[in-house]
């Protein structure tokens, strides 16, 4: 297992991370408890929960499996989600972020969290706010590093903007979605982090399934996939599920063929291939997934392979002009 800094600190992560927003309704404690378990087995030291994904059970399953070897893992869960049905009970507002990580440590059954997220934007709370209360959980030891998600590149600037005028702690790391078919965060996103040394823990590296290759676009979902899930699946089937994206898939999985690989290890060996990537989540739902995940942190793809994905993506988004070329 490759071991990579996040951003400018000093914490190593594994290349791959273990997600678990299906721990808790697809994939039962038992099934979940084993995945964790070979996931420690090789290597993995990077899980990655959120307090709203099955309404907190993942984060108990999480919480019981690495309660014993608590210290020698990278712990990080969200904030942000609704989990409740009072007026305060999402966002990120002191009340909310001091309520939630105080659930989350009961949950998780530890004292601190590693690396604590922003699940969201949250456009009715000042950005100040929210940093002066992380500022404090992480004095008071509940939290050792922050960072956001689903941020736009200006408004993860403004966030260290604030962080540097006030001397509050500022946000190490922040998640997007990243994969073969949605490469949007290289145009301002990556070199923003590149530049001000900001991690990068992508999600959705093999979008939600589409990059495994196994959907076909004449026919509905399978059941027991993400598209088919009651809770997630409308997202995942918004974001892409279209006749563009079964175009690209078709592309891609020739590209792999070609040279020797299945298209779901490509397509994650492509996210981890990106240096300034310091974690791929992958959301393993058997230990069989979880070994070939793993697999995929180990190939090295040539220029040959990359510069054909570079055209598959051209494709999907012609070169055209843009105000900062």
């Not at 500022?135 to 956001?148: E, L, P």
């Not at 290890?265 to 793993?294: D, H, R």
């Not at 090295?300 to 070169?319: F, H, I, K, M």
Request: overall charge neutral; aromatic content about 10%; hydrophobic content about 40%.
């Amino acid at each position: 297992m490759q071991y990579r800094k996040l951003g400018r600190t000093g914490l190593k992560v594994s290349a791959i991370c273990l997600g678990s927003a299906t721990y808790g309704y697809q994939v039962n404690e038992t099934e979940a408890i084993n995945i964790i378990k070979k996931a420690l087995a090789a290597g993995i030291n990077f899980f990655d929960t959120a307090d709203i994904y099955a309404e907190g059970r993942s984060e108990e399953i999480v919480g019981k499996a690495l309660k014993k070897g608590r210290h020698s893992v990278v712990l990080a869960t969200k904030v942000a989600g609704k989990m409740g049905s009072g007026v305060n009970d999402a966002g990120l507002s002191r009340k909310h972020i001091m309520k939630g990580i105080e659930d989350s440590l009961r949950r998780l059954q530890t004292d601190y969290i590693d690396l604590y997220y922003v699940h969201n934007v949250d456009y009715e709370t000042p950005i100040e706010e929210t940093l002066r209360t992380l500022d404090d959980v992480v004095h008071q030891g509940k939290v050792r590093y922050i960072a956001c998600s689903n941020f736009h590149a200006w408004q993860l600037c403004k966030a260290l903007w604030v962080s540097d005028l006030h001397n509050l702690v500022r946000f190490d790391c922040i998640q997007p979605p990243y994969n073969l078919l949605t490469r949007d965060i290289e145009y301002e996103l990556l070199p923003l982090c590149v530049s001000e040394g900001v991690g990068v823990c992508v999600y959705n590296p093999l979008a939600g399934g589409m990059l495994t290759g196994k959907h076909d676009p004449d026919k509905p979902p399978a059941k027991g996939t993400r598209f088919a899930l009651e809770r997630i699946g409308p997202m995942y089937y918004e974001r892409y599920w279209s006749a563009t994206n079964f175009e690209a898939v078709a592309h891609l999985r020739q590209i792999a063929e070609e040279h020797g690989r299945s298209l779901a290890q490509f397509a994650l060996a492509w996210v981890v291939n990106n240096e300034t990537i310091a974690s791929a989540i992958c959301g393993s739902t058997s230990p069989k997934q979880l070994e070939e995940n793993v697999g995929a942190a180990e190939i090295e793809l040539s220029a040959e392979e990359l510069t054909a994905c570079d055209g598959v993506w051209q494709q999907l988004r012609p070169p055209r002009f843009f105000y900062a070329r």
